[in-house]
């Protein structure tokens, strides 16, 4: 167990895997900070998460820095402490179309978003960690290692934050721990959503597991990593997929 003083920040935490793992620091006893540029829903899932934990929202635009020091400038304020950092958020479609025909607008807002907004939390976050010795958890994707067609910028972006990781982990030990999770496919739809159009038999076959993952697994693995009980794990990238990445599957 955490204890109950620490504080984390979860970005990109309204919806899917961002309030999955808000859920799962916030059973592990951490005070949490949800921040997401969607402030209605933000607001809404720290307000139902509350039953779990001390949860609080904040709105923050990762892709501008002002934002972002803004942020943390106020997290400091209100809770004088930083313990664990999730940068979860992102543009989750990763589908660009053809790369011949990808427009450099559209390539440096995938990369702004998913990579240097990822760069800039940590940037303005270091100093609050390193103060509590506190750990980064970078939520990457088995896109960084594998690839369906017409990904390329989601790749991009997905691969330099594994980068990022290891780099950060080097730089700033032993200060601050830095690890990555690769989620494979996360079932991250809402319980009705799941409920109304089920994934098909298939879906979940591909797995070794045997099922599709869901926001939860991510959080337990993230509520590990930032914990004491990882007190020795840095700069590694774990692939959270269910086998799928080391099954051979060929098309029907």
Not at 31 to 49: H, K, R
Not at 126 to 150: C, F, K, Y
């Amino acid at each position: 167990m955490t204890n109950e003083t620490s504080v984390a920040l979860v970005t990109g935490a309204a919806r899917g895997i961002g309030r999955g793992i808000a859920a799962s620091l916030l059973r592990a006893g951490w005070s949490v900070v949800l921040s997401d540029l969607d402030e209605e829903a933000g607001q809404a899932a720290s307000t139902e998460l509350g039953s779990l934990g001390p949860a609080r929202f904040r709105a923050m635009d990762v892709a501008d820095e002002d934002s972002v020091a803004g942020c943390l400038a106020w997290l400091e304020s209100e809770f004088g402490r930083l313990d664990g950092l999730v940068n979860n958020a992102g543009i989750a479609d990763p589908h660009s179309g053809p790369p011949q025909h990808l427009h450099l607008t559209d390539w440096n807002r995938w990369l702004a978003t998913n990579l240097t907004g990822a760069f800039l939390v940590c940037k303005h976050a270091h100093r609050l960690l390193a103060g509590s010795s506190g750990a980064i958890v970078n939520i990457a994707s088995t896109r960084a290692l594998q690839s369906e067609p017409h990904t390329e910028a989601y790749a991009a972006s997905k691969g330099g934050l594994v980068a990022l990781t290891h780099a950060l982990a080097v730089s700033w030990g032993p200060d601050v721990r830095v690890n990555a999770i690769s989620p494979g496919w996360i079932d991250s739809r809402d319980r009705e959503q799941r409920e109304h159009k089920p994934l098909r038999d298939r879906d979940h076959r591909q797995h070794a597991a045997g099922r599709v993952g869901l926001p939860a697994d991510i959080g337990a693995l993230a509520a590990f990593l930032l914990g004491p009980d990882a007190a020795f794990i840095t700069g590694q990238n774990y692939i959270v997929d269910g086998g799928m990445t080391r099954q051979m599957i060929y098309a029907d």
